[in-house]
C-alpha cells in the first residue's frame, strides 16, 4: 500500500509515505520500542526527535504502550549497542537464540522494533542581516532566510514474525524568515517537530493497520 | 577599579572560558546477558589506568582537559566481574603466582582521542578510546595482546558540550564492554586456561618483554563492523 499526503502551510511541505510488507496489529500488553539506527552506519537521528516520536505515539486516547529505547537497550545490554544491534531481520533468528535475549524481551512485551534513521539539515540561506549597538541604543535591519530539511525513515520490526512489517518516511521543507527593521521578526518553520508529528502518527495507523488513515 | 584592572579581569574571563574542563562519573554497565566463563583471574590496571587525564589544545580554539577518574578501572572490574565466575583486582605489589588464579589481565590505554562538532563540522562530539588487554597464563607467560578499540558519539545540541562529550566517553565505553563480551574467549582464548588455578601455585615470572608490550603475541578481532550478530 502506498499512501502519499502532500500538506502545505505557510512555510511548510510535507510527505509521508509508507510500504507495508506483513500484516500489523497490536494486543493489550505488547509495547513497542523506537531506536534509531547505529552511527556506526552512518546514522545522524537526534536523540531529541526519538524522544519527540516516542511522546508522540504514547500520548492521546489510542496511545500505544511505548518502552523508552535507553530502558530496552539497558535490558538486553550488550545486544542492541550501535557495535552490536542487529542491522537487517535476518539477524533476528540469531540474536533471538543468545542466552537471555527472547526471554528479556518477552517479559517487556516488546511486539515491535521501529528503526528510525535519517536527521533534519539546513539544505539552503541567504539575504543579509546586520545589527548594531550603541550608547543611544541598538537596532537591526535586513533580511535573512533559511531552508531546513527533515527526512526521516522508520523500519517497523515484527518480533513476533521475526520479520519486517515494513517501512514509513517522511519529508518535511520549512523556510523560515527574519525581517529586520530595528526589531528582527523571527517567522520559524517547526520543519523537525512538523515532521515528528507526521511521522508519528502514520506510525500509529501502521501498527495498528487504520485502513482509515 | 581602574581601566587596566577591568581589561585585565575581562581579559581572565575571556582565557578562562577557552578552557574546557570534563570530569567523568564512574560508569554503570547494565547486567549484561552472556554465558560466564566458569575461571577465575586476576585483574591488574596500572595506576595511570585508574586516573587518567586527557589534555588536548584543539588549536585554535580551546583546551580540553578530560578527567576519566576511576571510569576506566569501573568498567573493567564490573565488566570482568559478569564476565568471569571470580576475579581478583591485583595491587601493584600482589604475586598473581601466589593467588589461586587461572590467568592474569592486564589493562592498559594505548590511545585516547576526541572531536568537537568544531572539528568534524557536525553536532556531535566523538571518543575513541584504544585499550590493550594482555592475558598472561598460570606460568606467567603471554597469550594474548589483544587492541580492543572503541567508539562513541554523541550530538551536542541536546546536552551541551561537557555533558555530550562525557556521554561520548561513556558510549565508548559501552562499546568496548560490547566488544569485549562477544569477541574475548574467540580472540584471547583466555577459557582455555581455566582449571590451572586448581595446581599448586608455582613461582614463574612475567616475562619483561611481555610486559613492555613488545611481545610478537598479537590477537586481533574484527573492530567497526555495525552487525556483528550475523
Same mark, same amino acid.
Given at each position: 500500500m502506498l499512501l502519499t499526503t502532500m500538506v502545505s502551510t505557510a512555510c511548510v511541505t510535507s510527505t509521508v509515505q509508507d510500504t507495508r510488507t506483513g500484516v500489523t496489529g497490536i494486543g493489550e500488553g505488547e509495547s513497542i520500542v523506537i531506536m534509531a539506527k547505529?552511527?556506526?552506519?552512518?546514522n545522524e537521528t537526534e536523540m531529541k526527535y526519538i524522544r519527540c516520536i516516542e511522546k508522540n505515539l504514547s500520548k492521546? /486516547?489510542? %496511545?500505544l504502550n511505548v518502552l523508552p529505547h535507553d530502558q530496552f537497550i539497558d535490558s538486553l545490554f550488550p545486544w542492541f549497542e550501535p557495535r552490536t %544491534?542487529?542491522?537487517?531481520? /535476518?539477524?533476528l533468528a540469531k540474536l533471538m537464540d543468545r542466552p537471555g535475549v527472547a526471554d528479556r524481551i518477552a517479559e517487556q512485551g516488546v511486539r515491535y522494533i521501529i528503526w528510525l534513521d535519517g536527521d533534519t539539515e539546513k539544505v539552503a540561506g541567504g539575504g543579509s542581516l546586520s545589527c548594531a549597538a550603541g550608547p543611544g541604543g541598538g537596532g537591526c535591519f535586513g533580511f535573512a532566510w533559511w531552508q531546513n530539511d527533515a527526512d526521516y525513515n522508520a523500519s517497523v520490526w515484527d518480533l513476533q514474525g521475526l520479520e519486517s512489517a515494513g517501512t514509513v518516511s517522511a519529508d518535511v521543507s520549512g523556510t523560515s524568515f527574519m525581517p529586520a527593521l530595528v526589531i528582527p521578526l523571527p517567522f520559524i518553520a517547526r520543519t523537525q517537530s512538523k515532521a515528528c508529528k507526521t511521522l508519528a502518527d502514520q506510525l500509529h495507523s501502521f501498527i495498528v493497520q487504520d485502513e482509515t488513515a | 577599579m581602574n581601566r587596566t584592572a577591568l581589561l585585565g579581569l575581562l581579559l581572565a574571563g575571556w582565557l578562562s572560558g577557552c578552557a574546557s574542563n570534563v570530569t567523568l562519573d564512574p560508569p554503570t554497565i547494565p547486567n549484561p546477558l552472556l554465558k560466564q566463563i566458569p575461571m577465575s583471574i586476576g585483574l591488574r590496571m596500572p595506576e595511570n589506568f585508574q586516573n587518567f587525564v586527557h589534555q588536548e589544545l584543539v588549536y585554535g580554539r580551546e583546551e580540553w582537559s578530560i578527567d576519566l577518574g576511576r571510569s576506566n578501572a569501573a568498567l573493567f572490574e564490573q565488566l570482568f566481574a559478569h564476565m568471569f565466575a571470580g576475579v581478583t583486582v591485583l595491587?601493584?605489589?600482589?604475586?598473581? +603466582?601466589?593467588?589461586?588464579?587461572d590467568a592474569l589481565i592486564e589493562t592498559s590505554i594505548d590511545a585516547f582521542e576526541f572531536s568537537t562538532p568544531g572539528q568534524s563540522n557536525t553536532e556531535a562530539f566523538a571518543v575513541w578510546i584504544r585499550y590493550r588487554l594482555k592475558v598472561y597464563n598460570r606460568e606467567g607467560e603471554l597469550v594474548s595482546n589483544w587492541p580492543v578499540s572503541a567508539y562513541g558519539k554523541s550530538q &551536542?545540541?541536546?546536552?551541551g558540550g561537557s555533558a555530550a562529550l562525557q556521554r561520548a566517553a561513556i558510549l565508548a565505553m559501552r562499546d568496548a564492554a560490547a566488544l569485549m563480551i562477544m569477541k574475548f574467549d574467540n580472540v584471547? +582464548?583466555? &577459557? &582455555?586456561?581455566?582449571? +590451572? &588455578?586448581?595446581t599448586e601455585p608455582t613461582p614463574a615470572v612475567i616475562p619483561e618483554e611481555a610486559e613492555s608490550g613488545d611481545s610478537g603475541v598479537q590477537a586481533t578481532a574484527l573492530e567497526g563492523s555495525a552487525d556483528e550478530t550475523s
Amino acid at each position: 500500500m502506498l499512501l502519499t499526503t502532500m500538506v502545505s502551510t505557510a512555510c511548510v511541505t510535507s510527505t509521508v509515505q509508507d510500504t507495508r510488507t506483513g500484516v500489523t496489529g497490536i494486543g493489550e500488553g505488547e509495547s513497542i520500542v523506537i531506536m534509531a539506527k547505529s552511527y556506526h552506519l552512518g546514522n545522524e537521528t537526534e536523540m531529541k526527535y526519538i524522544r519527540c516520536i516516542e511522546k508522540n505515539l504514547s500520548k492521546g /486516547k489510542n %496511545a500505544l504502550n511505548v518502552l523508552p529505547h535507553d530502558q530496552f537497550i539497558d535490558s538486553l545490554f550488550p545486544w542492541f549497542e550501535p557495535r552490536t %544491534a542487529p542491522a537487517e531481520t /535476518k539477524n533476528l533468528a540469531k540474536l533471538m537464540d543468545r542466552p537471555g535475549v527472547a526471554d528479556r524481551i518477552a517479559e517487556q512485551g516488546v511486539r515491535y522494533i521501529i528503526w528510525l534513521d535519517g536527521d533534519t539539515e539546513k539544505v539552503a540561506g541567504g539575504g543579509s542581516l546586520s545589527c548594531a549597538a550603541g550608547p543611544g541604543g541598538g537596532g537591526c535591519f535586513g533580511f535573512a532566510w533559511w531552508q531546513n530539511d527533515a527526512d526521516y525513515n522508520a523500519s517497523v520490526w515484527d518480533l513476533q514474525g521475526l520479520e519486517s512489517a515494513g517501512t514509513v518516511s517522511a519529508d518535511v521543507s520549512g523556510t523560515s524568515f527574519m525581517p529586520a527593521l530595528v526589531i528582527p521578526l523571527p517567522f520559524i518553520a517547526r520543519t523537525q517537530s512538523k515532521a515528528c508529528k507526521t511521522l508519528a502518527d502514520q506510525l500509529h495507523s501502521f501498527i495498528v493497520q487504520d485502513e482509515t488513515a | 577599579m581602574n581601566r587596566t584592572a577591568l581589561l585585565g579581569l575581562l581579559l581572565a574571563g575571556w582565557l578562562s572560558g577557552c578552557a574546557s574542563n570534563v570530569t567523568l562519573d564512574p560508569p554503570t554497565i547494565p547486567n549484561p546477558l552472556l554465558k560466564q566463563i566458569p575461571m577465575s583471574i586476576g585483574l591488574r590496571m596500572p595506576e595511570n589506568f585508574q586516573n587518567f587525564v586527557h589534555q588536548e589544545l584543539v588549536y585554535g580554539r580551546e583546551e580540553w582537559s578530560i578527567d576519566l577518574g576511576r571510569s576506566n578501572a569501573a568498567l573493567f572490574e564490573q565488566l570482568f566481574a559478569h564476565m568471569f565466575a571470580g576475579v581478583t583486582v591485583l595491587g601493584p605489589e600482589d604475586d598473581p +603466582q601466589l593467588l589461586p588464579l587461572d590467568a592474569l589481565i592486564e589493562t592498559s590505554i594505548d590511545a585516547f582521542e576526541f572531536s568537537t562538532p568544531g572539528q568534524s563540522n557536525t553536532e556531535a562530539f566523538a571518543v575513541w578510546i584504544r585499550y590493550r588487554l594482555k592475558v598472561y597464563n598460570r606460568e606467567g607467560e603471554l597469550v594474548s595482546n589483544w587492541p580492543v578499540s572503541a567508539y562513541g558519539k554523541s550530538q &551536542s545540541t541536546t546536552l551541551g558540550g561537557s555533558a555530550a562529550l562525557q556521554r561520548a566517553a561513556i558510549l565508548a565505553m559501552r562499546d568496548a564492554a560490547a566488544l569485549m563480551i562477544m569477541k574475548f574467549d574467540n580472540v584471547t +582464548q583466555i &577459557s &582455555s586456561l581455566a582449571g +590451572q &588455578s586448581a595446581t599448586e601455585p608455582t613461582p614463574a615470572v612475567i616475562p619483561e618483554e611481555a610486559e613492555s608490550g613488545d611481545s610478537g603475541v598479537q590477537a586481533t578481532a574484527l573492530e567497526g563492523s555495525a552487525d556483528e550478530t550475523s
